[in-house]
């Protein structure tokens, strides 16, 4: 064997074996962590005998995990959150309080979240996390029947399903319209104070390009994304009076449960805060019809757009209030979809600058799929005017 081809070898036994190793290590750390959520279940809720749990696998911030107890009625199953440590105290006690709303005001299709024996509704335990003392939140939720059948990216719906989701947020929209968050919020703030920092961000972002096939793309398109952004800054000036609600923030087909073509249960309330009602609903239609793959990857689906913005209206309609989008929510609804756009960019593009050793391809795919829509929507900004005024 020459020395070239066992260097080569080396190489390769050296990276699987750390492959392995992290795997390993991987393993460990999810145990440990399935055997924290059981304790907690079972020390700080009275819902029973614990029997197990197990991850779920899925989402990109938080731990997610299902647990069985027992009482003496039976079996019963339990989701349980282990929030990501970012998150801050008044975020979470937001998101608990708008569940507990919308469980009181008729909304039955959300997680609603469990008391634990203080009566609070998350508890938390400190952990030293890179030698720095740090809090995580952990909360119970009602697990929701029906099926995960889509994602973020694999949103190949049916007509009927586009319909469904559109209903649902609709709903939702209704059944929060009257809460009063009081003194809580979200820390990222709503999406016309968060789109003028995006051009800072962004050009602090490329400073730290390296020369990664993800950095050449979005140093090549980033003029272009710095010109959407005014763009997107531009179009306060037609906001002023349109409803301001209760938001999901996140809603995408994968964050619903499904029986069939029928959205049975919403869940992931994390990111919700108070913004204006035509930026969720913009946000639904950039998650629920941006394509991923096929032939129209890349581009925003018009027709599904339509029927997606449609189904609101017919829903909305059904109430006072909000009501379905007024003329002028419709007239700023195309400029609002390309903000939630950019809302979906700014993580493929923080995410990535902020890892110290990012999956490359991974994060391109996220790129280029963002960037391309951004260009189609741009490109098609008239036609998707037609569309959503149709609505």
Known sequence: ?????????????????AADSN?????????????????????????????????IFGGYVNASFAVWTRTAD?????????????????????????LTHLESHGFDLASTVFPNRRGGTFVTREEIVDGVPTTFFFGVFRMLEGEDKY????????????????????????GAVDFDPRDLAREQPPIMEFVPTLAPTFKACAAKATGTAFDELFLSK????????????????????????????????GNLKWVGDEAVGLFDF????????????AQGVSYFCSSW???????????KTAIFVRAYQDEAARWSDPGPMSARELAVLPRMIANANLHCLNWDITFYYAETDPDVDDYLMYLTGNVSVMEFIESHFGELSRVVEDG
């Open 151 to 174: 994602s973020w990216l694999g949103n190949r719906l049916t007509d009927k399903a586009f319909a469904s989701g559109a209903r649902v947020l609709a709903r939702f929209h209704h």
């Open 270 to 281: 994390d990111w919700s805060k108070l913004d204006y009602r035509v930026f969720d609903v």
């Open 1 to 17: 064997m020459d020395a070239d081809k066992a260097n080569d070898q080396s190489e390769k036994a050296d990276e699987a074996a």
């Open 74 to 98: 039976g079996d019963h199953k339990y989701f349980v959150r282990r929030y990501n440590p970012a998150i801050k105290e008044r975020e979470v006690r937001f998101e608990h309080a708008l």
């Open 293 to 303: 793959e096929g032939p129209d990857k890349g581009e925003l689906r018009l027709d």
């Open 222 to 253: 980033l003029p272009a994304i710095l010109d959407v952004i005014a763009k997107g800054v531009e179009v306060e000036s037609q906001l002023d009076g349109l409803p301001i609600n209760p938001v999901h923030c996140d809603y995408h087909p």
């Open 23 to 55: 795997t390993v290590a991987d393993e460990a750390m999810w145990a440990a962590l399935t055997r924290q959520i059981e304790e907690i279940v079972s020390d700080e809720y009275d819902l029973g005998d614990v029997i197990r749990a197990e991850r």
